[in-house]
């Protein structure tokens, strides 16, 4: 966690490659005259890459003002998360911008309607409004529009209607995020009161569509996908930990995952970049949840197609102002991929390995930080030939980071060239 207060951009002591064309590593600061973006959420740092390469300078407040983020944008590290983050786009705007710099939200910001109400009071909000949130997150509403479109949807059940024994059944806590909501169910009752579901578990490969809403269409910009759990990046059972992609589907399957992107944004009135989390058992996609923002596997479609993702959002939104957008020479690869690197035991970050040609970090810890058991240490960007191919890029350089938080061993700065 770093320090929290206004930060302006400062130099990596972690040593990240020199930006260039290629979207596996970061983008140049923007120039002062570059048109400002209000960012928030738990993290801003890929929101924000996006936001530079579309040509906009984005001010951002999140958990943890990472330094690859400090690297190239204004950041402020919220303690006070979700409620700081009004006061937080206050300070951002006190000394620069007025209140019609335009804001956009990330990840699990749609479980904070009252945040979202706030900043939407502020000035432009260039997302969908609380009603939306409150909508696309009942599964009940969910349920209901699969069943009117035909479209596959697991059952469901409210907690105080237990499903008999002999199913295989999850227990879904709403307003949560990345998999931190969701449990395998044991057979004990819910709480009395609890508004949680149960959700019939579906077997399949764990997917995630990338979207961008019209309000009343949709167009996919992609399937991911999904890593969820994995032990070789010590994430809980549940968790999101990273996407590959993009995944070539079958007709069929392409044509049910393009339906339910038509059917969720015309429902709702989505506009924008949403996501939908998909199980595919090789038949049918079945819609898990809905996911009204920016979601965790845009940057690995953006790192995929040279373009940047966020300006397709300022775009459904008619939000053209920008300044030349930065566009990949070279996108290095057919595939690209993300993964999330949590602590397996309490760290204190001091060195973190350089990558290669193949893969970097980024969401990189403040040097000291500390950070506990089960918590986010850094994320990869990867790029390959197959998904194969990425999942070993994957696994090889999380081992190589997690030997060198273990061992603390120095990783010293290359060369300055010249």
Same mark, same amino acid.
């Given at each position: 966690?770093?320090?929290?207060?206004?930060?302006?951009?400062?130099?990596?002591?972690?040593?990240?490659?020199?930006?260039?064309?290629?979207?596996?590593?970061?983008?140049?600061?923007?120039?002062?005259?570059?048109?400002?973006?209000?960012?928030?959420?738990?993290?801003?740092?890929?929101?924000?890459?996006?936001?530079?390469?579309?040509?906009?300078?984005?001010?951002?407040?999140?958990?943890?003002?990472?330094?690859?983020?400090?690297?190239?944008?204004?950041?402020?590290?919220?303690?006070?998360?979700?409620?700081?983050?009004?006061?937080?786009?206050?300070d951002l705007l006190s000394?620069?911008?007025?209140?019609?710099?335009?804001?956009?939200?990330?990840?699990?910001?749609?479980?904070?309607?009252?945040?979202?109400?706030?900043?939407?009071?502020?000035?432009?909000?260039?997302?969908?409004?609380?009603?939306?949130?409150?909508?696309?997150?009942?599964?009940?509403?969910?349920?209901? @529009?699969?069943?009117?479109?035909?479209?596959? !949807?697991?059952? *469901?059940? =409210?907690?105080?209607? %237990? &499903? /008999?024994?002999?199913? #295989?059944?999850?227990?879904?806590?709403?307003?949560?995020?990345?998999?931190?909501?969701?449990?395998?169910?044991?057979g004990t009752a819910p709480?009395?009161?609890?508004?949680?579901?149960?959700?019939?578990?579906?077997?399949?490969?764990?997917?995630?569509?990338?979207?961008?809403?019209?309000?009343?269409?949709?167009?996919?910009?992609?399937?991911?996908?999904?890593?969820?759990?994995?032990?070789? @990046?010590?994430?809980?059972?549940?968790?999101? !930990?990273?996407? *590959?992609? =993009?995944?070539?589907? %079958? &007709? /069929?399957?392409?044509? #049910?995952?393009?339906?339910?992107?038509?059917?969720?944004?015309?429902?709702?009135?989505?506009?924008?970049?949403?996501?939908?989390?998909?199980?595919?058992?090789?038949?049918?996609?079945?819609?898990?949840?809905?996911?009204?923002?920016?979601?965790?596997?845009?940057?690995?479609?953006?790192?995929?197609?040279?373009?940047?993702?966020?300006?397709?959002?300022?775009?459904?939104?008619?939000?053209?102002?920008?300044?030349?957008?930065?566009?990949?020479?070279?996108?290095?690869?057919?595939?690209?991929?993300?993964?999330?690197?949590?602590?397996?035991?309490?760290?204190?970050?001091?060195?973190?390995?350089?990558?290669?040609?193949?893969?970097?970090?980024?969401?990189?810890?403040?040097?000291?930080?500390?950070?506990?058991?089960?918590?986010?240490?850094?994320?990869?960007?990867?790029?390959?030939?197959?998904?194969?191919?990425?999942?070993?890029?994957?696994?090889?350089?999380?081992?190589?980071?997690?030997?060198?938080?273990?061992?603390?061993?120095?990783?010293?700065?290359p060369p300055e060239a010249?």
């Amino acid at each position: 966690m770093s320090p929290s207060g206004l930060l302006a951009r400062v130099p990596l002591e972690f040593w990240i490659p020199m930006a260039s064309t290629s979207f596996l590593i970061p983008p140049p600061a923007p120039p002062p005259s570059a048109p400002p973006l209000v960012i928030v959420g738990a993290s801003a740092r890929a929101a924000a890459w996006s936001a530079i390469r579309a040509g906009r300078r984005p001010l951002c407040a999140d958990l943890f003002a990472d330094r690859d983020l400090l690297a190239v944008a204004v950041a402020i590290a919220v303690e006070d998360y979700p409620l700081g983050l009004v006061k937080a786009v206050e300070d951002l705007l006190s000394s620069g911008p007025d209140a019609s710099c335009p804001a956009i939200y990330t990840g699990a910001m749609e479980n904070h309607f009252e945040v979202v109400a706030a900043l939407s009071d502020r000035g432009p909000l260039l997302g969908n409004p609380p009603e939306t949130l409150r909508l696309v997150s009942d599964p009940g509403w969910v349920a209901q @529009l699969c069943d009117d479109h035909n479209l596959s !949807c697991p059952a *469901i059940r =409210p907690a105080d209607d %237990p &499903p /008999p024994r002999g199913h #295989q059944w999850l227990l879904r806590q709403p307003l949560s995020a990345g998999g931190s909501g969701v449990s395998e169910w044991n057979g004990t009752a819910p709480p009395p009161g609890s508004n949680a579901v149960f959700q019939e578990r579906i077997r399949g490969r764990s997917a995630a569509a990338l979207c961008l809403g019209t309000g009343s269409a949709a167009r996919v910009l992609g399937v991911t996908e999904q890593l969820v759990g994995r032990e070789w @990046l010590s994430a809980s059972r549940w968790a999101w !930990c990273g996407s *590959i992609g =993009p995944l070539e589907l %079958p &007709p /069929p399957l392409n044509d #049910q995952v393009a339906e339910l992107a038509d059917a969720v944004a015309a429902g709702a009135g989505l506009v924008g970049l949403f996501g939908i989390d998909l199980v595919l058992d090789g038949q049918r996609a079945w819609i898990i949840e809905i996911n009204p923002r920016y979601t965790g596997s845009a940057e690995v479609i953006e790192m995929s197609t040279g373009q940047s993702m966020i300006g397709l959002h300022l775009d459904a939104f008619g939000d053209s102002r920008s300044s030349p957008p930065i566009v990949a020479t070279d996108t290095g690869s057919a595939v690209s991929a993300k993964a999330v690197l949590f602590a397996r035991e309490d760290i204190t970050v001091t060195h973190l390995p350089p990558g290669d040609s193949t893969w970097s970090l980024a969401d990189i810890p403040h040097s000291g930080a500390r950070i506990t058991k089960g918590r986010p240490i850094c994320s990869i960007l990867a790029r390959g030939v197959t998904a194969d191919g990425c999942r070993d890029i994957l696994k090889r350089s999380s081992e190589e980071v997690y030997r060198a938080v273990k061992s603390s061993r120095l990783v010293e700065r290359p060369p300055e060239a010249g």
